[in-house]
Nanobody, 117 residues
């Protein structure tokens, strides 16, 4: 089992920045995919960014150039630096980690990000 704890959400104004972090504990040795998802009210959960063990990253078109995902394997953390935030970025953000070969998938509890003037 893997436990994920997120931090860093909050209320910011448009154009400002936030950094989300997710710390993993437990059986983290098998994890090879780490990512962030978000879910806005009335919308489906969508993947925002992901990073795999080799370091490759991918982003949703809506956040490319503004968000950056990074991970520290030693500390089992994954972070999401969010710059130039827009009101449409408002959502609950969820950390996700898993293993494609073990077929496991773990979620954090979610952290609220609100972008409003």
């Amino acid at each position: 089992q893997v436990q994920l704890v997120e931090s860093g959400g909050g209320l910011v104004q448009p154009g400002e920045s936030l950094r989300l972090s997710c710390a993993a504990s437990g059986s983290t040795w098998s994890l090879n995919v780490r990512g962030w998802y978000r879910q806005a009210p009335g919308k489906e959960r969508e993947r925002v960014a992901a990073i795999v063990s080799g370091g490759s990253t991918n982003y949703a078109d809506s956040v490319k150039g503004r968000f950056t995902i990074s991970r520290d394997n030693t500390e089992n953390t994954v972070s999401l630096q969010m710059n130039s935030l827009k009101p449409e970025d408002t959502a609950v953000y969820y950390c996700n980690m898993g293993s494609t070969w073990a077929g496991t998938d773990y979620w954090g509890q979610g952290t609220q990000v609100t972008v409003s003037s």
